[in-house]
């Protein structure tokens, strides 16, 4: 189970899962500014990483993985990406598999996302839940998964709809988070982001380790933050402005291209992630989360 026998009898909720951040947007050049990984999805997998976490954005009529906006970086269709992942778990029949997607534009999961499921053959191997929320404790076991063939955990930040898409899960009633954009190499460990009714003690936790810099020192961020969509509202809004202006230049307004590039080298210099990728090792990693369980014993 996961590579280690005594996991088998251990509860999904009770299991430490290394988790990669943006796992889609891999490239071997320093110069690309707006990458989180130097290595790509299957060679992220290969190193361990069971969790895999991917931002989600629209793209002439169909959903692709993009960091903050697809002007600054296009991982590729979120169906592309799905039969990866399908043919990485079809050849590791034992593995127990997360995934947590941002999904800033609230995209249907009815109407989009599962039939991308169903087309890249994982709707079947997602787990359902008996109810929702599930308290940590409350999970089956990595064995009961894997036997029965629901080794597949999926969580959505914003927008899900478990009454239309049983098996997409609302990611912050089960999972909370400390701050995300860290600018403390200390990585204080505080609830920040969370939802539902369950208390923190029974959700389980994502611990981020991607390290910022404070590009505007004299803002001071919201804390916590006002809701679980908070830096999904403000991707989206990113995204939207970035296309409104793309679709001005189109029309001909040569003159806003120098503002077009000096706000792109904003928006790249804010994004103040060390981007160093999983391949700098399977324990420490920069521009990963690790996303723990509350252990009991």
């Known amino acids: 189970c996961n590579g280690h026998a005594e996991l088998c009898d251990r509860s999904y909720g ?15 050049n320093p110069l690309d500014l ?53 043919s990485f778990m079809d050849s590791h029949p034992f593995e127990v598999f997360t995934f947590v997607f941002t999904n ?11 039939p991308l499921f169903e087309q890249s053959g994982l709707a079947s191997m997602a787990y359902v839940p008996p109810h929702l929320p599930m308290k ?11 036997q ?31 701050p995300f954009s ?26 981020n380790h991607n390290l910022n810099v404070k590009v505007f020192p004299w ?6 933050s006002p809701d679980p969509g908070f830096f999904d509202t403000i991707a989206g809004a990113i995204n939207n402005g970035i296309n409104a202006v793309k679709d001005t230049v189109n029309n ?10 000096n706000g792109i080298d904003q928006i790249n210099n804010g994004i103040g992630q060390i981007n160093n990728g999983v391949d700098q090792g399977k324990d420490t990693l920069a521009s990963t989360s690790s996303m723990q369980q509350r252990r009991t014993a």
């Open 252 to 261: 001909g307004v040569s003159t806003v291209v120098g503002a077009v590039n």
């Open 14 to 28: 009770n299991v430490t899962f290394l988790t990669a951040h943006d796992s889609f947007a891999s490239s071997p």
């Open 182 to 207: 860290s600018t403390d190499p200390n990585f204080p460990c505080r609830v920040d982001r969370i939802s539902g009714p369950l208390s923190s003690q029974d959700h389980m936790f994502m611990i």
């Open 104 to 114: 800033p534009e609230r995209v249907s999961p009815k109407a989009v996302w599962s």
């Open 34 to 86: 707006a990458r989180t990984q130097q290595i790509d999805l299957t060679a992220q997998m290969n190193l361990g990483a069971r969790a895999l976490q991917a931002q989600s954005h629209m793209k002439d009529g169909v959903l692709h993985f993009c960091h903050t906006s697809c002007l600054l970086f296009d991982g590729g269709s979120v169906l592309s990406y799905l039969q990866k992942v399908k």
């Open 219 to 224: 803002v001071q961020r919201r804390s916590p």
């Open 148 to 178: 029965t063939g629901k080794r597949l955990v999926v969580f959505m930040d914003y927008g899900s709809n478990p009454a239309e898409v049983s098996y997409i899960l609302p990611q912050f009633d089960h999972i909370w988070e400390p």
């Open 136 to 146: 940590a404790t409350e999970w089956p076991t990595l064995g009961e998964m894997i």
